[in-house]
């Protein structure tokens, strides 16, 4: 069984910033992607940012220069720092992970999702 436990989720006004955590747990053994997708409502469920083992990044085109995304490899956790947020950011934040998979398609692992809001 793997968890994957995410936090740092929350209420933020537009310009400010948000750092997002996802720690990974259990029966994997190796992590190839880490990342995030977030899903508004009514809205499918879209990449925000993914990394490989790697080193290799890549964002969607919405957040580019704005969220940075990094990873702790001995301690399986995934960061997501977001700066000058949008209203339009507002979703509920998923961690995503797979143990051989690279980009191009979401891994195996989801997280519960942590909410994060932007007020105007």
């Known amino acids: 069984q793997v968890q994957l436990v995410e936090s740092g989720g929350g209420l933020v006004q537009a310009g400010g910033s948000l750092r997002l955590s996802c720690k990974v747990s259990g029966s994997i053994f190796t992590i190839n992607a880490m990342g995030w997708y977030r899903q508004a409502a009514e809205n499918q469920r879209e990449l925000v940012a993914v990394?490989?083992?790697?080193?290799?990044?890549n964002y969607g085109d919405s957040v580019k220069g704005r969220f940075t995304i990094s990873r702790d490899n001995a301690k399986t956790t995934v960061y997501l720092q977001m700066n000058s947020l949008k209203p339009e950011d507002a979703a509920v934040y998923y961690c995503n992970v797979d143990p051989v998979r690279g980009m191009g398609l979401p891994g195996r692992y989801w997280g519960q999702g942590t909410q994060v809001t932007v007020s105007t």
């Open positions: 990394t490989t083992n790697d080193g290799s990044i």
